[in-house]
């Protein structure tokens, strides 16, 4: 098992940014992939960004390339989602969870945080 906590959201103005972070505990961190994905309300949970175990490989959704940055650090067991020039349509429950896969597909993901809210003010 590995569990997930999510910290660092809130609310921020638009334009702004914010760095969300995951702690894992219970495995090996650096043996599983990273992702980071969001559900706003009355919408479909959608995917953003991953990483890979040694935080070589990183890979975005086109709709967030430029503005998101994933990042690890494996001695704090620890992965990040910095986002930059925040949107309203950015709000949205932010989570990360862990795969043996470096993907987007978030079928391939078994374990979850419980999330951490991200609204942004117009």
């Known amino acids: 098992q590995v569990q997930l906590v999510e910290s660092g959201g809130g609310l921020v103005q638009a334009g702004g940014s914010l760095r969300l972070s995951c702690v894992a505990s219970g495995r090996t961190f650096s043996n599983y992939a990273m992702g980071w994905f969001r559900q706003a309300p009355g919408k479909e949970r959608e995917s953003l960004a991953t990483?890979?175990?040694?935080?070589?490989?990183?890979s975005y959704a086109n709709s967030v390339k430029g503005r998101f940055t994933i990042s690890r650090d494996n001695a704090k067991n620890t992965v990040y989602l910095q986002i930059h020039s925040l949107k309203p349509e950015d709000t949205a429950v932010y989570y990360c969870?862990?795969?043996?896969?470096?993907?987007?597909?978030?079928?391939?993901?078994?374990?979850w945080g419980q999330g951490t809210q991200v609204t942004v003010s117009s």
């Open positions: 969870a862990a795969s043996r896969f470096i993907t987007l597909d978030d079928s391939q993901y078994p374990y």
């Open positions: 990483i890979g175990g040694s935080g070589i490989t990183t």
